[in-house]
């Protein structure tokens, strides 16, 4: 089976039926994968949302994931160190959190952002 962490703009787009969603829904949706949503990023869903940058509800958007059977990661201490080593390609602490769970686990990493490609082969961008 087949793991997947995906990243926070995944789930957003998946409530919108957002186009560049389709082209990972058949490995997303299939048997032979496990989904994850990281703690971290209903944290960052639920921080953009309270300072208005992102027009949502969370409980939809974690009711989707729960619809689909997506599983939740949480953020532990033992990310830490790959965090800590990971270079300063950019500086969003949110993908760097998500990045360190994907490469720790290690778990494909699903992303719309393609600088996170330069991080880890685990990246997939879509």
Same mark, same amino acid.
């Given at each position: 089976?087949?793991?997947?962490?995906?990243?926070?703009?995944?789930?957003?787009w998946?409530?919108?039926?957002?186009?560049?969603?389709?082209?990972?829904?058949?490995?997303?949706?299939?048997?032979?994968?496990?989904?994850?949503? !990281?703690?971290?990023?209903?944290?960052?869903? +639920?921080?953009?949302? $309270? &300072?208005?940058?992102? =027009?949502?509800?969370?409980?939809? #958007?974690?009711?989707?994931?729960?619809?689909?059977?997506?599983l939740?990661?949480?953020? !532990?201490?033992?990310?830490?160190?790959?965090? +800590?080593?990971?270079? $300063? &390609?950019?500086?969003? =602490?949110?993908d760097?959190?998500? #990045?360190?769970?994907?490469?720790?686990?290690?778990?494909?990493?699903?992303?719309?952002?393609?600088?996170?490609?330069?991080?880890?082969?685990?990246?997939?961008?879509?």
């Amino acid at each position: 089976m087949t793991s997947f962490l995906v990243d926070t703009n995944v789930i957003i787009w998946l409530a919108g039926d957002n186009r560049r969603i389709k082209q990972v829904k058949e490995l997303i949706f299939s048997e032979d994968t496990q989904v994850f949503v !990281s703690a971290v990023s209903w944290w960052e869903i +639920a921080i953009k949302i $309270r &300072i208005g940058k992102l =027009p949502v509800r969370l409980n939809t #958007l974690r009711a989707l994931a729960e619809e689909h059977s997506f599983l939740e990661l949480p953020l !532990s201490s033992r990310y830490a160190d790959t965090l +800590a080593e990971l270079p $300063r &390609i950019h500086n969003d =602490p949110f993908d760097h959190m998500l #990045l360190a769970q994907a490469i720790t686990e290690p778990m494909r990493f699903i992303t719309g952002d393609a600088i996170l490609a330069d991080y880890s082969s685990l990246v997939m961008v879509i």
